[in-house]
């Protein structure tokens, strides 16, 4: 019983820490899909973008708040391009996302010193001092119990999640946030109001793609390393969050009507979604199944009650 | 004063066939006029509603604001222009609330901010007063739901009193012309709101604000005890004053709506 | 918050959801606990594998009759937990926790990226054994090839005999200016390969004429610029995405008949012309060596890594035939395997 205890416990700490890892990506989709309805493909990009100047930035020695707002920063440029391009040349949404994430898997080599992978090993990183506090939790505490836990580590990147959540409800709040939030429910009528759309856009997609920087230099410190190829599949990850959280607070009956309800049910989907893989993994005796188990999971949880309102994509 | 001379606007419709919505229409509205536009379906009543708001450029012909011998388009001049369409979802956010389609009026023609709340408790309060001033508590008590929530036929009335307030919201208050343009605000709504609609009309026009509508009802116009413009074909068949307006003049509209009016 | 009925209510509602996941919790733990309860008798061997290619399955194969043939069978002398980020490097976290969790006594790491996510998570809790990292000094696991003792983490590498494999071009084309380097910049292993490769192609007179590809599809495209630009000899390496595509590249060398020659033998195999190969059976099998003195309590820190360096000569006829190239008797000879030559001497007897 104890053990089965601690196994659960060790599931839902590894699944939370992966949640708040990737909590980014979360807030960035929100922004880009549900807010100016923009499916954002360049976060392929921007998400290893931001990986990429953390390493750069952590192994020259910088401190990693400052490598945790350079990704943030370069993140944004990477959405500018995005939103220049759609918006000044007319190509389309996803189209534009493609070609971000396209020049930025060239641009990341570059960052890295024409390298496809860098090491985040050994430098200090913004969990370091979090896990120095975790080990000797496990010393003093239950040094004896064959597990670990990481309080300190998941406080680490509470805290980083906070600050994130709450600046991007705070922004979607204010007088900025109703005109993006118009843009993505009626470019038209926005238009009709005498007001260019190009420039909220842009500036919505800076917006997002610094979310994304951000998680990236968040997943390289807790990795341990930049890829090049860390951005594949980061998109579905976000949005499998989102929605998860989306169809979970319809089903439980709590209103998704203000920016606040929507972030909230976005970190709480990607944490679910990384509880329930990192449960498919602690399970998964063919190894080639997680993906199988994680959707099968993913599923079932979904199905274990019929939806009782429609779901609203909206606040 | 708007002086419409010999407007056209063709588009081509299906087939490449030259459709002729408006066919050298002349008209004249004045500072203050309650305007009703009739007319069969597709005679250019949403034509010309989408001409004077700047939406569409017309082929020829000549619009004229005030003494300012001013061309189009209307976005240049500073006539502030209000207009309900046909179909009023089009320039709403049906997922927005309506303290939020409010706010947006107040944001007119100037940079949001993002370090300030955007639906604050004094705006909430100022927005319940004003709806409360125009008569409609109901939609005070609706400020906080978001639009696409409501009855069609109340987001018609809210949406015509959301066109209705800008002048008041905007801080662009020295606009020169305040034209109201509804483009047939009643066809969805039940005798009741319809009443209080054509209510909040009568009382727009009694503040003096300009206002031409487009419907197909006479008893729309009867009630408004409006000057009536009928338009057939994309031409001006019938320009009766409010003053000539008597029960018996119904029948005489009707028969002219028709194109029957030869055999009168 | 809740009133008392609605949180009744809400109760009821949710009351399948809870009891399910939590039985579904159980389910996946209780195996864990099955693991623990043997642990005392069995050693555990965590794998994190990157998940299905066509090396890393000859590896994998290698690496579990290697334990076999050393006295650790999966299921009764040992317990072999065998988990795949299933191409998703950000997974990869998780799969060294779950394994860290599960009480791995060793866990193996194949691949770069999962190597580095296992070592960050798992470092100084349990000793590590990588497999298949071609730079890990670039890569940070180790600091040298020697290791350093306490650094708790060993492994092996699939460093290429680039020189042998650059000699047998000039063997095999004797006049062979300009050689032609297909890959994917993004990978580390196919940089740090290039890095090698320029100066020991210098040092034989060769040009090498880099053509860069991001995807699978832009491998044929690669290929026939090479030709365009008139290679002698085309070089492919141990990039994984040239491998995905690599018959797009067999097809224009059979259409411009130029030579390819590759970096290992499951390529040749695959219809490459020749190598110097790594024999990943091998690779496979050293790590299993690793796990087992990992597993008899030696210092990982104290193994240096191990490296391979290619003695086996691997020949495809069938290729020689279409790309329009001999092969000298001399190099039969010393072939280790020729492929391709029963079917060849059955269309020509
Ligand atoms: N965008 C357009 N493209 C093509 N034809 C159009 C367009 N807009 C209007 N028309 C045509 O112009 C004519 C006038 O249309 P309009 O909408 O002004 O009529 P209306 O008087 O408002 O009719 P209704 O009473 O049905 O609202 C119609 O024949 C219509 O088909
Ligand atoms: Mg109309």
């Known amino acids: 019983m104890a053990d089965l205890l601690l196994a659960i416990l060790g599931v839902l700490d590894s699944g939370v820490m992966q949640g708040l890892v990737f909590a980014g990506l979360a807030l960035s989709v929100v922004i880009s899909l549900l807010v100016l309805d923009f499916p954002d493909l360049s976060i392929e990009g921007t998400f290893p973008l931001g990986a990429a100047v953390a390493a750069v930035l952590l192994t020259s020695g910088e401190p990693p708040v400052v490598a945790l707002v350079a990704a943030g920063v370069a993140g944004a440029c990477g959405g500018l391009l995005t939103g220049a391009v759609h918006v000044r040349f007319g190509m389309s949404k996803l189209l534009s996302g493609i070609c971000t994430a396209a020049i930025f898997y060239t641009l990341n080599m570059w960052i890295m010193g024409g390298r496809g992978n860098l090491p985040v090993l050994d430098v200090g990183s913004y969990f370091t001092w979090a896990e120095a506090l975790d080990a000797s939790l496990k010393q003093r505490w239950y040094s004896s119990l064959n597990a670990f836990f990481h309080p300190a580590s998941i406080l680490a990147g509470l805290l980083v999640v906070i600050l994130l959540k709450g600046a991007s409800d705070f922004l979607l709040g204010s007088e900025l946030g109703v005109v993006l939030r118009g843009i993505g429910q009626n470019e038209v009528a926005v238009r009709q109001r005498g007001r260019r759309t190009g420039v909220y856009k842009v500036v919505g997609l800076a917006l997002s793609n610094a979310y994304a920087g951000i998680a990236g230099a968040v997943a390289a410190q807790y990795q341990g390393f930049s890829d090049v190829n860390m951005g594949i599949g980061v998109l579905v990850l976000g949005l499998a969050g989102v929605i998860l959280g989306q169809e979970l607070f319809a089903r439980l009956g709590i209103s998704l009507a203000s920016p606040q309800a929507t972030t909230l049910a976005a970190l709480v989907g990607v944490t679910l979604h990384q509880v329930i893989l990192a449960a498919a993994l602690r399970a998964g005796t063919p190894p080639t199944s997680l993906r199988l188990l994680a959707g099968v999971s993913l599923v079932a949880v979904m199905a274990l009650r019929r939806r009782r309102r429609a779901l609203t994509f909206s606040w | ?264 | 918050m809740f009133g008392r009925t609605k949180s009744r209510r809400l109760f009821n509602d949710h009351f399948l959801t809870v009891v399910l996941t939590v039985a579904a919790l159980t389910c996946s733990c209780s195996r864990a606990r099955e693991g623990r309860s043997q642990e005392t008798r069995i050693p555990v061997i965590g794998v994190a594998t990157y998940g299905a290619h066509p090396i890393l399955d000859v590896i994998a194969d290698a690496f579990k009759a290697g334990l076999r043939a050393r006295g650790y069978e999966d299921g009764k002398s040992a317990r072999i937990l065998w988990k795949s980020v299933e191409g998703d490097v950000n997974l990869a976290s998780a799969v060294a926790r779950s394994l860290v969790e599960s009480n791995a006594n060793v866990i193996v790491s194949i691949t770069t990226p999962v190597s580095q996510a296992v070592a960050r998570v798992a470092r100084g809790k349990v000793p590590i054994v990588f497999c298949g990292v071609t730079d890990p000094i670039g890569a940070g696991l180790v600091s040298s090839w020697e290791n350093t003792p306490g650094s708790g983490i060993t492994g092996t590498s699939d460093r290429w005999p680039y020189a042998e494999q650059l000699d047998l071009i000039k063997a095999i084309v004797p006049k062979a200016r300009r050689v032609g380097f297909p890959y994917n910049a993004g990978e580390a292993n196919s940089r740090y390969a290039l890095e090698q490769i320029l100066p020991l192609a210098a040092a034989r007179g060769f040009e090498i004429v880099p053509a860069v590809v991001t995807s699978m599809a832009d491998v044929r495209r690669a290929a026939e610029s090479l030709a365009d630009r008139g290679v002698d000899a085309i070089y492919v390496s141990s990039d994984n995405t040239v491998m995905a595509g690599f018959e797009a590249v067999l097809k224009v060398a059979h259409q411009r008949k130029i030579p390819v020659i590759v970096g290992e033998s499951a390529n040749v195999e695959r219809g490459g012309l020749a190598t110097y190969s790594v024999d990943y059976r091998r690779l496979g099998d050293a790590t299993a060596d690793l796990v087992v003195r990992v597993l008899k309590g030696e210092d990982p820190g104290r193994i240096p890594v191990v490296t391979f360096h290619g003695e086996q000569l691997y020949l495809n006829e069938e290729a020689a035939r279409r790309m329009g190239v001999s092969l000298s008797p001399q190099l039969r000879a010393k072939a280790f395997k020729i492929y391709g030559a029963p079917a060849a001497s059955r269309e020509h007897p």
């Open chain 2, 1 to 264: 004063m708007i002086q419409i001379t010999d407007l056209r606007k063709t588009f081509s419709g299906q087939d490449g066939r030259a459709v002729a919505a408006l066919d050298g229409l002349s008209l004249t509205i004045n500072k203050g006029d309650l305007a009703v536009l009739m007319g069969p379906n597709g005679s250019g009543k949403t034509t010309l509603l989408r001409i004077l708001d700047g939406q569409l450029l017309p082929d020829a012909g000549r619009i004229v604001w005030g003494n300012s011998a001013a061309s189009l388009p209307v976005s240049r001049l500073k006539v502030s222009v209000a207009h309900v369409p046909q179909d009023p979802s089009a320039l709403a956010f049906p997922e927005m609330t309506l303290a939020e389609h409010l706010l947006w009026e107040e944001l007119n023609g100037r940079m949001p901010r993002f370090w300030r709340r955007g639906i604050t408790a004094r705006r909430l309060e100022k927005y319940r007063m004003l709806l409360e001033s125009y008569g409609v508590p109901a939609l005070a008590e609706a400020l906080p739901r978001p639009l696409n929530t409501l009855s069609a036929g109340w987001r018609q009335i809210f949406l015509v009193l959301v066109s209705a307030m800008r002048s008041e919201l905007s801080r662009d208050r020295d606009a020169s012309f305040d034209l109201l343009l509804l483009d047939e605000p009643t066809s969805a709504l039940d005798a009741e709101n319809s009443r209080l609609c054509l209510e909040l009309i009568k009382r727009l026009h009694g503040e003096g604000r300009t206002i031409v509508l487009a419907t197909h009802d006479p008893e729309v116009a009867l009630s408004l005890r409006a000057r009536i413009c009928i338009l057939r074909s994309g031409r001006l068949v019938a320009d009766i004053p409010a003053a000539e307006l008597r029960e018996d003049t119904l029948p005489r509209i009707r028969a002219l709506i028709a194109g029957l009016e030869a055999t009168l």
